[in-house]
């Protein structure tokens, strides 16, 4: 049986604080021994993911980058900033009573963003280095907030809720990406992790979906297909949710094929 696993990153495979993946390491070899193959579709850019896709020894499968803005395949790393120019243009044309209630990325410097991810300057440097998206944080209120996604979307530029930034982009989403992946490859089950909005839509489209528990983001409300299971949600966080979630459905399909 073909398996494709599409999995957020930080919060779901990533540990919310360390974003180390060790805890994870039992499920990532139980899937790779079955031949199933893992898709990673995360906020952010493909400098960033990379370094993991090499890490996980996950060959010419193609990452679904900055929160799905767009497919990347590791040979195809070459950065074209003209969409995120465009997109930082569409920004600074938002009232200045709104714009100042968000600090992307491109206005804060490396060593800001290394403080507000956790990341070393070496990551947060290639955190910064955004081609399709900006992801920054809000301070305003809900309401604000609702006024500035507005006035956004009068540039086509829209507004996602992760689970530790809101990211804009000009459209793109992580189930748009993978619906390409799925087309292409043609699996007999898909799988999908997450644990923030932004993961919404992928969590639904997935044969089976998790939502990987999340203490220190929005997280997710009751999604249609918990009722039956098709949807599920993991006891611990994290990689440690992660890992359990996956052995766990590899258990059920062990059951039923044996």
Known sequence: ???????????????????????????????????????????????????????????????????????????????DSTVYARLRAALEAVPEDLRRLFKGFGDMSVAEVARSTGLSDAQAAQAKARAFSEPGVWTGSKEQEAAFVSALSQGGVQAKRGGRYLTLSFGGTKAGQMQAVIDRYRPDLTIALGDAPNDREMLEAADIGVIIRNDHGTGLPCLAGEETGRIRRSMAQGPEGWNSAILAILAEYEKEEG
């Not at 180390?20 to 960033?48: C, D, F, H, N, W």
């Open 1 to 79: 049986m073909k398996v494709l696993v599409f999995t957020d990153l930080d919060g779901t495979l990533l540990d919310h604080e360390t974003y180390s993946y060790a805890a994870a390491l039992p499920a990532i070899a139980a899937l790779k021994m079955r031949g199933a193959v893992i898709v990673m579709a995360s906020s952010k850019t493909a400098q960033e993911m990379a370094v993991l896709h090499r890490a996980l020894e996950l060959g010419d499968m193609p990452m679904i980058v900055e929160n799905g803005a767009a497919l990347v395949r590791p040979d195809q790393m070459r950065k």
